[in-house]
């Protein structure tokens, strides 16, 4: 039909004049990405060195970014250090896996139902502003200096972040795509499914990324509490880094326990970013 | 000899039953909102749309334009009188509803996938709906990477892959600008010809109702009643500037005019 074809000339030139096609390349990215973090490393250990410089404490109580980033990389060649690493990280992968299918059970079923959300709802959030550390004696007269004291503590401090993080994603899915996906043909868990889990997507990320933070966090605090025999771990050391007054040594060990949460968040930011930029919500 | 561009039906009757023929009926359909003493949103509406008619409906602020919409759609259930609707109707709404996560092609698939169909036939059905409104050299992009015309195609698009003979449209293109609604409006009417689809268009802007449109239906605000049933006679395809358009444009516009003016009163 020549009007169909004249239609579709007229659609291809308005849509070419209406799109662009650049996309932002991989390494000004990457540049825009890590620069300001370098920055702000070089400006925490200037800062250290200066108040090391100047004298405010002594040596032996606080040393310097070199002495304490030397002991580091000495650390790095020791077997027992790799050993408290694995032990602390795989506690923490366990705690916080174990943390995410409840948390984001939780999540569901809450964010499904009125009755829940305002039964449960608000509890959620209160045991969120509840300090991990504050949990240990209870642990720890429930299920003694254990392993299991520990979980315990880590899920109950990510639990309700990784929840309130499905609740507040679900909660923010528009309204206009809930119809859209009903009146397509979406019911129950099909519109949970294909709609309403999507969208809210990056809510429950963000949830999952504060989820690690506590278990991260709680885990730390239970491992300078709850000291197992033959089980050493990077809390474990830190508490005896103390006892033995080797502050060097005591640094290098928050420094390592600091990169590792550092570099589990950033892997979270990589995924976060990675969603909203295929939804355009960053450029 | 000038011909009758406009003629007012008669007010439509309650219909007993289903009629055959009608893709949409309404008997006596009222709506209140939500709590017992809500107000009254639309108030015995009768109106029947034979299939393959192109139904414009227009008013002013809170006649329940969308209202409407939602009943036939089943989005949202009446107060009284009855609703009958052939097959399950298409909605298309004024913001385009695509989902972000979902490029163009997947968002035309995604009904397919939830009445089941294979994964080939999804691409192959969802590609074909995509060449229908000219956008099969989008298929991979996001909705965020396509223009607001672009994606209210996408959005047409995916319509039809419900198989729907009814297509509800509440103020497509009531965010677009002046040439690419234009545009859309010629799509659309090649589209609604080609697949016999029955069409019912809200609408605020009344030159929009009248390019369009078989019928214009004008309603009345708080509570919405039919006021006036529109027949548009004048041959497809019409122009926006046409000056029999802008003629039945100026009638339609004084009844709604004076409409809205009985509430200042």
Known sequence: MATDTVLAGELRGLDALETTTDRPQVGSRLWHALAPKAAAVALVLGLWELVVLLGLKPEYVLPPPGAALSELGHQLTQATF???TAVTVSRGVVGFSLASVVGLALGVVVSRSRFLR?????LITGLQTMPSIAWFPLAILLFQLSETAILFVILIGAVPSIANGVIS??????????RAGRNLGARGLGLYRYVIVPAALPGIVSGLKQGWAFAWRSLLAGELIVAIANRPSLGAFLSNSRELGDPPYMIALMIAILLIGVLVDTAFSAVDQGIRRRRGAVV | MTQVAVRRSPPATAPVGTVAGEAVT?????????GTHGALALDGINLSVPRGQFVCIVGASGCGKSTLLNLVSGLDAVTGGGISVEGRPAFMFQEHA???????????????????????????????????VHLSAWADRRPHELSGGMRQRVALARTLATECTVLLMDEPFGALDAITRDLLHDELESIWRARGLTVLFVTHNVREAVRLGDRVVLLSSRPGRVVEDYR????????????????????????????VARHGD
């Open chain 2, 26 to 34: 309404l008997t006596d359909v009222t709506k209140r909102y939500a």
């Open chain 1, 118 to 122: 305002s039964a449960i709802g608000s």
């Open chain 1, 82 to 84: 790799w050993h408290a």
């Open chain 1, 169 to 178: 994603g679900v909660d923010y899915v528009p309204p206009t795509l809930i």
């Open chain 2, 98 to 132: 695509l989902m972000p996560w979902l490029s163009a092609l997947d968002n035309v698939a995604l009904p397919l996938r939830l009445s089941g169909r294979s994964t080939v036939d999804r691409e192959r059905l969802a590609r074909e709906l995509l060449a229908t």
């Open chain 2, 232 to 259: 548009i006679d004048l041959p497809r395809p019409r122009r926006f500037e046409d000056p029999e358009v802008t003629s039945a444009t100026g009638e339609i516009t004084a009844a709604l005019r004076a409409e």
